[in-house]
């Protein structure tokens, strides 16, 4: 269906808790899928379906150790895992060293990851700008997100990243914004973005909330569903879902939100 690439420009804007709050939320079948080659955590954040944990060595490293001999977009289904509530992962990298061997493999996973067939998937890319071939990922993506923070220093790298970035997939940028000053911050983000030239298809925000955040892991008791990361997050979703394939019809909700930590989907993609 849609390749959504979620990355930042700078530090650590929140790009990993974002993705996932979207994937729990998010209005169709999808895939998270963790592209970071600093190396990721997901694997560590997110309790596996069963109540157990995630295997770490089962995801990206294992596909891209088949992938040497072609990927097919119907490989990605084998080296993914389900969370708790059935979301279903490609869990990353554990470490940034282990995207030495692998500097080919971002082209071909871009190419399978928007072929993935019945299912959105969300490619949590971390960072950009320490790793070049990434860019032959995103080549392949409907649309670019780029998460910055309200300060001036990620509002100032990410006016930077903008105007470098050439012509390629559709680009939005969503706010991670104190709910305190939640729409000022989005307005002037946007006339900051306006200022460049540069055009966008979108800004949007989600709120910075810790507490749900701890929540969206299960690490501590309340209603998630409640939370404001989780009702901006729906927004977000819906906006983004029907960005990149505006629908015929009304679709069914893609998920609930049924207890702390616990994503409750009405169909995953691998059904």
């Known amino acids: 269906m849609a ?6 420009d700078k530090g650590a804007p929140g790009v990993t808790t974002a993705a996932t709050a979207l994937g729990a939320v998010w209005p169709r079948p999808v895939l998270l899928a963790e592209c970071d080659p600093a190396g990721g955590d997901l694997a560590y954040r997110l309790p596996a379906a069963d109540g157990g944990v995630l295997n770490p060595g089962r995801g990206l490293l294992t596909l891209g150790a088949t992938a040497r001999r072609g990927l097919h977009p119907d490989q ?21 060293e282990q995207a030495g061997g692998l500097t080919w493999l971002w082209g071909p996973l871009g190419r399978a990851l928007a072929a993935v067939p019945h ?6 890319c971390g960072r950009l700008g320490g790793h070049p071939e990434l860019h032959d990922l995103l080549a392949e993506a409907a649309l670019v997100v780029l998460f910055t923070r309200a300060s001036l220093d990620h509002v100032a790298h990410l006016r930077e990243r903008l105007i470098s970035m050439g012509k390629g997939p559709q680009l939005g940028v ?13 307005d002037e983000v946007r006339r900051i973005i306006a200022a ?24 501590w008791g309340g209603r998630l569903d409640r939370s404001l990361l989780i009702r901006t997050a729906r927004e977000l979703a819906g906006r983004l879902a029907a960005h990149v394939s505006p629908p015929e019809r009304t679709p069914e909700p893609g998920g609930r939100i049924s207890a702390p930590g616990v994503v409750e989907r009405s169909r995953s993609y691998g059904d």
Not at 3 to 8: K, N
Request: no cysteine.
């Open 3 to 8: 390749l959504i690439v979620l990355a930042a």
């Open 196 to 219: 460049t030239g540069r055009e966008v298809a979108f800004v949007g925000g989600l709120a910075h909330d810790p507490k749900g955040a701890e929540l969206l892991r299960g690490q």
């Open 119 to 124: 299912a959105d998937v969300l490619a949590d």
């Open 174 to 186: 969503v706010v991670i914004a104190d709910p305190r000053q939640y729409r000022d911050s989005i």
């Open 76 to 96: 990605i289904h084998e080296h993914s895992q389900k969370i708790v509530g059935g979301l279903d992962v490609l869990a990353g990298l554990t470490h940034g």
